[in-house]
């Protein structure tokens, strides 16, 4: 079992940057495929970004392509996503979530509801 939980989330400009956290607990963490979805007020959760167990392979939502970075760090049982050049589309509620036996390239067209784990998210609000 893994326990997730964001940080990181807040107010910026457009044009700013964040860095959100996921800290997890439990022993299976490097062995989970994690990613971010985010879902604005009156949408859908959508796909962000994911990363493979090792770190080594990562996928995009092509509207955030170039401008956010996923990273995790196995030893100290955290993902990050780094958010560059944000504008107000961005605004959303951004959740971490884990897949125990699934792999990171499925991430991107998954049913969210299908994942085995998910923080309870921290809001992102970009000001134009």
């Known amino acids: 079992q893994v326990q997730l939980v964001e940080s990181g989330g807040g107010l910026v400009q457009a044009g700013g940057s964040l860095r959100l956290t996921c800290a997890a607990s439990?022993?299976?963490?490097?062995?989970?495929?994690m990613g971010w979805f985010r879902q604005a007020p009156g949408k859908e959760r959508d796909f962000v970004a994911a990363?493979?167990?090792?770190?080594?392979?990562?996928y995009y939502a092509d509207s955030v392509k170039g401008r956010f970075v996923i990273s995790r760090d196995n030893a100290k049982n955290t993902v990050y996503l780094q958010m560059n050049s944000l504008n107000s589309e961005d605004t959303a509620v951004y959740y971490c979530?884990?897949?125990?036996?699934?792999?990171?390239?499925?991430?991107?067209?998954?049913?969210?509801?299908?994942?085995?784990?998910w923080g309870r998210g921290t809001q992102v609000t970009v000001s134009s």
């Open positions: 990363i493979n167990r090792g770190g080594t392979s990562t």
């Open positions: 439990g022993r299976t963490f490097s062995s989970t495929a």
């Open positions: 979530a884990g897949d125990k036996f699934g792999a990171a390239q499925t991430m991107p067209t998954i049913v969210p509801s299908l994942l085995d784990y």
